[in-house]
């Protein structure tokens, strides 16, 4: 990420839309720091191991050669989710499993993202648009929504170049005008890899059901739909499908997604919109 950055100031923008989600990284974007130029040391001044476990070792950031373009543009980060960076419904205990860690792991990882947000508000004098004497609190990072998107990957960003979360599904909403759209819709018919409690947390899903405010039916058509009846019902949904039309793997749900999806929509159109 921190080179596809660089790339992009060398063109020489004023402005970067970091779109972010799924990541298979945990570092708070510290990864991404180090491309840019920043320095994260131990206490005797070595530089800690990278990725999330190295951080446990974090004392201080050395920004004497970070990007000063990178401060210099304006940042705009879509995620899409509302996880906060660390706790229970940060970024290591909902994500992390997912990708495999366990629930020591979890827990190093968690540790890790909260010592890297500590270090950054020691060495900053000002973080998240705020200022003042001495180092700042650690809580508006650690509480903001949404920066447990993709690992943390934002952290630095909004740390030091004071960049500015944005819900993704939202963003693309008003992009096309989806309210509008909605004043005139039958039937909301919209996607999602699988379909969870995580579909409701800000994603896009959560984003169309906000924009229909009940207004119209929304139905959910996904790779895999792990809510129940009631629960699909209770979250506002009309119905949740599948694609599935029987035992698949993941590779020939995506081999055969356009022609499952069609199939699938014909399928709903049928049953809600008979005429």
């Known amino acids: 990420m921190g080179t596809l950055i660089l790339a992009a100031l060398d063109a020489g923008v004023d402005e970067i839309l970091l779109c972010i989600g799924g990541s298979a990284t945990s570092d708070g974007g510290a990864g991404m720091l180090r491309a840019l130029g920043a320095r994260l040391l ?77 270090v950054l508000c020691e060495e900053l004098d000002s973080v998240v648009g705020g200022a003042g004497a001495g180092a700042p609190s650690v809580e508006p990072l650690l509480n903001m929504p949404g920066l447990g998107a993709a690992g943390g990957l934002a952290l630095g960003l909004v740390a030091l170049c004071g960049a500015e979360l944005v819900p993704g599904a939202e963003l693309v909403s008003e992009a096309v005008g989806l309210p509008e759209l909605l004043d005139h819709a039958d039937l909301v018919m919209t996607g999602e890899g699988r379909l969870d409690a995580q579909s409701l947390d800000g994603k896009v899903v959560s984003s169309v059901l906000a924009a229909a405010a009940g207004r119209v039916p929304v139905v959910v058509v996904a790779g895999s739909v792990a809510l129940t009846a009631a629960e699909t019902r209770q979250a506002g949904l009309a119905a949740a499908f599948s694609i599935a039309q029987g035992p698949a793997s993941l590779a020939e749900l995506q081999t055969n997604c356009l022609e499952l999806l069609t199939e699938t929509s014909a399928q709903v159109c049928g049953l809600i919109l008979p005429d």
Request: charged residues 30%; glycine residues 10%.
């Open 42 to 118: 131990d206490a005797c001044g070595d530089e800690v191991d990278p990725g999330a476990r190295g951080l446990a070792e974090l004392a201080r950031i050395d920004l004497a050669a970070f990007d000063p373009r990178a401060r210099a543009v304006r940042w705009r980060i879509a995620c899409d989710v509302d996880n906060p960076l660390t706790g229970p419904r940060g970024a290591a205990a909902v994500f992390g499993p997912q990708k495999g860690a366990s629930s020591e792991e979890v827990a190093v990882i968690d540790a890790g993202l909260d010592r890297l947000a500590a």
